[in-house]
């Protein structure tokens, strides 16, 4: 079945787990602090460690900031009283613990929620082991049909066994942490930790203490000492997600932990030396943003050691079909489900769809359907509401057709038109279709607002 460590300072709690847990199957050891789970971890190979959040000498937090720092890579469920939920949630998104059960502990609650840890820690073991297959290489997943696609896993074979620092870039919903993950896991570092902040959603006052970390009275609030994801990260791998929104201030001393590799926490009057391989993903232009001067071209130019550019689902189309059939497997097994694939009038809507969130939207859009449909095939009745006949879809496709030609159009069908001439006529034949919206029409043509403005102020065409 599995090993499991539990770690709680109250005696009955943790023999009533263990009763619980031995009955079902489980092979299990338990420890009265967080201290003495990190001594025992040393000679019990957990799958799943369930940890209380307080308790003395070494709480749960300090626990899974250990586990961290070893390399553990054991599921973590934390245990929390009523009232406590949103420190549980807190060491969920920042720790990488997998979920929190609240006390008194519902057997059915927990049997549901182990059950999915043990799933998660069987598949990272599995793609442990695929990764520690001679060569060492990650072969383009059966969802790779596209050559854009095989040409990024071809890259990420080349780049992951080195040092550099990689920058990856696209839309939003494209998969970037997944590569960066794939990065570390092909990485000589893939026995330390993986460390994953999104900049985007960290309020600026926070942002540098959850990087660097901070010291004990430090600034209001700071009531302990506390390390930073780069201290946390030692020995493995930080991914800083929406690198481009991070506050500028910020950018500075980033850099300088870059060109130093030392970390001074907030407050602290001496750095502390880190070694730690730096992903970044964006889903800005931060060449437009250096242009704005929001982000920092030298900054830019330490992160850009070697780009990944993922491109979105719309230019990757042939991906589909093995994408969809390998969502819907997970979802499956998540939701335990039966559905067996697509039909072909989603199929045909999967195809004319633009997907502006991407893979994720792709995911959200099948989850929804093997949850209604529950066996057998996905069919347009199990889809969102008018998703078939959205503005993205074949409808506007049919209506576009019905539009009488222009001038443009000539002018993409005559044979030895320059490049400037063609790249002007699409652009007006696409603002045409999309009724002038430039928005609309800068999402077509994939490119962003300001360059489709820039594109038509050259050519002389007045604002409308």
């Known amino acids: 079945m599995g090993r499991i460590l539990i770690v709680d300072d109250e005696k009955n709690q943790r023999g009533a787990l263990e009763s619980i847990l031995m009955r079902w199957g489980y092979e299990v050891a338990s420890a009265s602090n967080g201290s003495d789970a ?3 971890l040393r000679g019990f190979d957990a799958d799943v460690v369930i940890t209380d959040l307080n308790m003395p000498v070494l709480d749960g937090k300090g626990l899974l900031a250990g586990l961290a720092k070893m390399g553990n890579r054991a599921q973590a469920i934390v245990l929390t009283g009523f009232g406590s ?8 998104h920042r720790l990488g613990a997998f979920w929190y059960i609240e006390k008194p502990v519902q057997p059915a609650a927990l049997k549901m929620i182990l059950e999915r840890a043990m799933e998660k820690q069987r598949a990272m073991e599995k793609q442990r082991a695929s990764a520690a297959a001679p060569g060492g290489k990650i072969a383009p997943g059966p969802e790779c049909e596209s050559p854009a696609m095989k040409e990024i896993y071809y890259l990420l074979d080349q780049v992951a066994p080195t040092s550099a620092t990689v920058l990856i870039s696209g839309e939003s919903g494209t998969g970037k942490e997944v590569i960066a993950r794939a990065i570390h896991r092909l990485s000589p570092r893939h026995a330390g930790p993986f460390f994953a902040l999104n900049c985007a959603a960290m309020p600026e006052a926070l942002i540098e203490s959850e990087l660097f970390g901070h010291e004990k009275g430090a600034f209001t609030g700071a009531t302990e000492r506390r390390e930073g994801c780069f201290e946390l990260a030692s020995r493995g791998t930080i991914l800083l997600d929406e690198i481009g929104d991070m506050p500028i201030s910020t950018q500075a001393k980033l850099l300088r932990v870059l060109e130093d590799r030392t970390v001074r926490r907030i407050g602290a009057a001496r750095g502390v030396e880190v070694d730690v391989r730096v992903l970044a993903a964006t889903n800005r232009n931060l060449r437009d943003s250096i242009a704005r001067g929001s ?33 819907i497997s997970d979802l499956n097994a998540k939701h335990r489900c039966h559905v067996t694939g697509i039909s ?20 959200n859009i099948l989850e929804r359907a093997v949850i209604l449909a529950s066996s057998g095939t996905i069919t347009s009745r199990h889809l969102p509401p008018g998703f078939a006949a959205s503005g993205s879809g074949p409808a506007s496709e049919t209506a576009a057709a019905t539009l009488p030609p222009t001038p443009a159009d000539s002018v993409l069908l005559q044979p030895g ?5 063609a790249e002007r006529a699409l652009i007006d034949l696409t603002l045409r279709h999309t009724g002038g919206n430039r928005t609309k029409a800068a999402e077509v043509l994939g490119i962003s607002t300001k360059t489709l403005f820039n594109k038509l102020r050259q050519t002389g065409t007045p604002d409308r």
């Open 38 to 40: 990190l001594l025992r």
């Open 344 to 363: 072909p009038e989603v199929s045909q809507a999967f195809h004319a769809h633009r997907w502006p969130g991407n893979i994720r939207e792709l995911r």
């Open 85 to 92: 939920v949103e420190a549980a949630l807190e060491t969920v």
């Open 417 to 421: 038109v320059t490049f400037d001439q």
């Open 295 to 327: 982000f920092r071209e030298d900054l830019y130019f330490r992160l850009n050691v070697f780009e990944l550019h993922l491109p979105p689902l719309r230019h990757r189309k042939q991906d589909l079909p093995a994408l969809a059939a390998l969502l």
